[in-house]
């Protein structure tokens, strides 16, 4: 495969992903703001910080306002991690690496960008969001449903699986990270009132508010969201299970080429570490100061996956 | 479709009995459903000029036009000793330009011409030949009257929209193809791989690698470079791609540099090799020119290959047939005035207005008048570009162009076409029966070309 096919291929996913988790965060955003009688539009603060857009955002806009956030997280083409700069970067990707697509991913690639792209091309009014919202989530879901049903199980699968889990774990990381002194305060006074609707939205922002209920009784409490968000391997969007996946896709790659990389010991060096913590002692060793680091070595490995499979050189 | 004398033409007798048969809403409803399946397919192309976002469709008319095994056989007759002629003459004018010294040709056509290549003088493509594939655009003017109305030698483009066409028909209307037996165009994109497969260099061992080589993405015929590729199973590479090592092309793997045999490109000849030609190109090889001259990789179409379809020459072509194969030509040219010589010129100036003038160099179908189409104040514009460089046109007469029958609002109606059959030459020459007909489907119109404006339709050869 040429180096330039793996390195589409992971960037396809990647954007893909990324769409996907930016109207998720635009969906919690908009129902703190229902929710919440006393909200304010800085509650787009953390939304915008969670997308890593605050400074960009800033530079386009002088007041935050609920509108404008909304605005330049879906539609603004000047945002490159807009939902339509991600979309249309997809594509672009997608059209690159076309002959790597079985038909079915292609086309559902194709047709994801033909109606985002109308869908987005105007200015939305409040009460068409969550209909858009919906149709980022479908249309980015029928595109992993094409490729999950319709691709061998080979280099190019490997390839774009590590796009969606790098980016997927990069966002779930950048979330919390943003929310961490929402949890940390009441991690010592259980059982104290808290502000469930912070907590509920960050759940919400990774589509787990319901499936937190599943795994863990009893209400919201703040080092089981941490343990389900960054430990817990059966919560798809874990830090763990996106790096069970790297793993497992890196190995194959490995088996394939008869070769281990640097990006090999790398990764699971990272997985021992989500394998063998447990929540209490990241949490009394420092949240922020956890998640910041795995932030850093998620992009290292990025780096060395690019420089291993000769993405650009 | 008819005849004068209003009856179904014979290769369209059970066409036309099928049609009668169909309700017309269902009909509208297909066409529909065609351009639906263009769009999400992405069969598209893009426009220069236009945003880069700017993708379109080419319309699809879901008649198909209809050849009887007879007429095309005596087509493809022609058309292969178009093409045995064509790289005769490239060869000839690369080494000992045997038909200039012979005196059927003038010396100064090619000496002054852009698209001759001083670089492929003496230099022997593997296996001999410059076109490996050829696009011939046909016009119907009578019922056995064809005329040759362009070679496209060197990077014809369209063919996807051959083999998009059939995929389409088939989906949509099986029932027509149990009915009339129409020879296949779907082998096409392995036929190709094996042409060019055969012409690999002499000193490739093992099945030779092929790969393709686009500008990329934003190339108005993308779609057809990643579609072949796909089809024929082969890398579709870029320029960022290669690299000249130890004296062969070769490409960045994730497993490291491989070697390429065989570079279909569809790349032109001025971005091929930015040591060789134009230095500012991002999109070509530094030094793929060395390692062809050396003779270790094969590209197809062969460099310097744009002399031979160049529109001045075009007005040559009965000569070169001729003195090539020892024949006449089978197949007519449109006759053409060269207005570089002066009594041609005298005379396209008199008759402007009821001739096509092109530009010799140009394509696509800017740059050219259609003088009966054409305003007063559009002719005079065009006649001070022709007084000030006349060696830059050519004219011909406006042809009767025959027409077929195009699906419209209220049924059907007649519009111009021509046909682009695809030839490889590899080994063997391989005609594709059928090829690309373009349609203009305004009323009237004589410009069938994509950019203009034109459509396209499935092409049926009939087994008889």
């Not at chain 1, 386009?60 to 970067?89: K, Q, W």
């Not at chain 1, 990270?177 to 919400?204: A, C, F, H, M």
């Not at chain 1, 913590?277 to 998620?298: A, Y």
Request: negative net charge; charged residues 25%.
């Amino acid at each position: 495969m040429l180096g330039r096919t793996a390195d589409g291929l992971y960037w396809m996913f990647r954007y893909i992903e990324r769409a996907e988790n930016i109207a998720r965060l635009v969906d919690a955003g908009l129902r703190v703001a229902l929710t919440r009688s006393g909200a304010t539009d800085d509650d787009w603060d953390g939304v915008l910080q969670s997308a890593g857009v605050r400074s960009a955002y800033g530079a386009r806009h002088e007041r935050l306002t609920s509108a404008d956030a909304v605005d330049f997280l879906l539609r603004d083409t000047a945002n490159p991690s807009s939902v339509l700069s991600c979309i249309e970067a997809g594509r672009n990707n997608a059209r690159m690496v076309r002959t790597a697509l079985t038909r079915d991913t292609w086309e559902a690639t194709n047709e994801c960008w033909i109606e985002l792209k109308a869908a987005l091309s105007k200015p939305l009014k409040a009460k068409e969001l969550p209909e858009i919202i919906h149709a980022i989530k479908q249309c980015t879901g029928l595109i992993r449903g094409a490729f999950h049903g319709s691709m061998l199980r080979n280099e190019i699968y490997h390839f774009a699986s590590i796009g969606t889990y790098t980016e997927r774990a990069d966002n779930t990381s950048r979330i919390l990270d943003v929310k961490y002194y929402v949890l940390l305060p009441s991690v010592s006074s259980v059982g104290t009132s808290l502000d469930n609707v912070q907590w509920e939205s960050i759940l919400r922002s990774v589509s787990a508010h319901r499936s937190y209920g599943w795994v863990y009784d009893g209400g919201y409490r703040a080092a089981n969201i941490a343990d389900f968000l960054i430990l817990n391997v059966q919560m798809p969007r874990s830090l763990a299970h996106c790096y069970e996946k790297i793993v497992g896709d890196l190995n194959h790659l490995a088996a394939d080429y008869g070769q281990r990389l640097k990006c090999h010991e790398t990764a699971e060096a990272i997985y021992a570490t989500l394998r063998s913590r447990n929540i209490r002692d990241i949490i009394d060793q420092g949240l922020h100061e956890f998640l910041e680091d795995f932030i850093r070595h998620n992009n290292q490995l990025g780096i060395e996956i690019s420089e291993g499979y000769r993405f650009y050189t | 479709m008819m005849d004068a004398d209003g009856r179904p033409r014979q290769p369209y007798v059970d066409y036309h009995d099928w049609y009668a048969q169909q309700d017309p809403a269902l009909l509208a409803a297909k066409s529909k459903e065609a351009e639906h399946i263009f769009r999400k397919t992405g069969i598209t192309f893009n426009v220069y000029g236009h945003s880069e976002s700017a993708e379109k469709l080419i319309p699809f008319d879901i008649v198909p036009r209809i050849i009887s095994g007879k007429e095309w056989r005596r087509l493809a007759q022609g058309i292969e000793q178009r093409v045995v002629a064509l790289n005769a003459f490239l060869y000839d004018i690369y080494h000992k330009q045997e038909i200039i010294r012979a005196g059927r040709i003038p010396r100064q056509l090619i000496s002054n011409n852009a698209a001759f290549l001083p670089e492929m003088i003496g230099v022997r493509p593997p296996g001999g030949v410059y076109t490996h594939i050829v696009g011939t655009d046909i016009v119907r003017t009578g019922e056995n009257q064809f005329y040759v109305l362009e070679d496209n030698a060197r990077t014809p483009s369209g063919v996807s929209y051959m083999l998009e066409n059939r995929e389409t028909m088939l989906q949509m209307f099986p029932e027509l193809f149990h009915r009339n037996k129409v020879q296949r165009v779907e082998d096409y994109p392995s036929l190709l791989r094996q042409s060019l497969q055969s012409l690999a260099p002499p000193g490739c061992d093992g099945t030779p690698r092929v790969a393709i080589l686009t500008p990329g993405i934003y190339n108005s015929a993308y779609y057809e470079h990643s579609f072949l590729a796909d089809m024929m199973g082969v890398e579709l590479v870029e320029g960022s791609d290669l690299r000249v090592i130890d004296g062969k092309v070769k490409m960045r793997t994730t497993r490291g540099y491989q070697a390429i045999d065989v570079l279909y490109r569809r790349v032109d000849d001025d971005y091929l090799d930015p040591l060789t030609f134009n230095p500012e190109s991002a999109l070509g090889v530094p030094g793929i020119m060395d390692v062809y001259r050396a003779g270790n990789i094969t590209i197809a179409n062969a460099p310097g290959t744009g002399i031979s379809d160049d529109k001045a020459i075009y007005s040559y072509m009965p000569e070169i047939v001729e003195f090539y194969t020892g024949r006449k030509a089978l197949l007519e040219n449109v006759p053409t005035w060269r207005c570089s010589e002066e009594e041609s010129l005298a005379y396209v100036l008199e008759h402007l207005a009821e001739l096509v003038v092109k530009e010799v160099h140009g394509s696509g179908g800017y740059g050219m008048l259609v003088g009966p189409a054409a305003s007063k104040a559009e002719l005079e514009a065009f006649e001070a570009k022709l007084r000030a460089r006349p060696d830059n046109y050519i004219a011909q007469p406006t042809l009767a162009l025959s027409t077929v029958p195009v699906l419209v609002e209220n049924g059907i109606a007649p519009r111009h076409v021509d046909l682009r059959p695809y030839v490889l030459v590899g080994d063997k020459v391989k005609i594709i029966p059928g090829g690309l007909t373009r349609v203009a489907l305004k009323e009237g119109s004589l410009v069938v070309n994509s950019s203009q404006g034109g459509g396209t339709k499935d092409t049926w050869v009939l087994e008889d």
